[in-house]
């Protein structure tokens, strides 16, 4: 039987990290998340522009990939998090899907909420250096306009989770879908 993988996705600040890494515990699965990964390559590599940042933040979804395929490669169920971009996100879940049973667990919430969330984390200074925030701003805005993070559209099981005000559904809720997906598909 082919391991399972979560695809954890949605828009930056929309609760995606925090709803992750509680899923990834009460599933006790290793959980790789892409920012971990491009913050890490920040404390190295020099980073002295928003171009740069991008730089690395497209190395960090490609070792993002290669950690998560080693370990379904190893029969390991994962749990990856990230604002995928449908457009290339698609392609990448065709190929997961060739050695993984896949589930996505996408986030949504209203736009005014994101744009919110999103200064807010930045003003609390919650945020990395290397993701340059206030410069992406506008690049958030037009993504939630253009539904870039959003791949309810593309073919695999979605779990559609409001995070507006707390979960809806709830985290038990959220669990049980997953695992009701993945042993309907065994």
């Known amino acids: 039987m082919k391991p399972a993988r979560i695809v954890v996705c949605g828009a930056p600040a929309s609760g995606k990290t925090t709803l992750a890494r509680r899923l990834a515990t009460d599933l006790q699965l290793p ?37 998560a395929d080693a370990m379904l490669a ?3 169920n994962t749990m990856i998090e990230s604002n995928f971009y449908a457009e290339y996100a698609a392609r990448d ?12 667990v996408q986030c949504e919430v209203d736009r005014d909420n994101v744009v919110q969330r999103f200064r807010q984390r930045h003003a609390d200074g919650e945020r990395h250096a290397a993701h340059f925030d206030l410069d992406t701003l506008s690049d958030l805005i037009a993504g939630l306009h253009t539904n870039i993070y959003d791949l309810t559209a593309i073919g695999y099981h979605v779990i559609a989770v409001n995070t507006d005000d707390g979960y809806q559904p709830h985290d038990r809720e959220i669990l049980q879908s997953i695992l009701h997906h993945f042993v309907s598909h065994e």
Do not use: N
């Open 74 to 76: 190893r029969g390991v």
């Open 93 to 104: 879940l065709v190929r997961m899907s060739r050695s993984a049973r896949v589930c996505i």
């Open 31 to 67: 959980l790789l998340e892409q920012d971990v990964i491009k913050e890490s390559l920040a404390e190295v590599l020099p980073m002295p522009d928003r171009a740069a940042s991008r730089q690395i933040g497209a190395a960090s979804m490609s070792v993002l990939y290669d950690l």
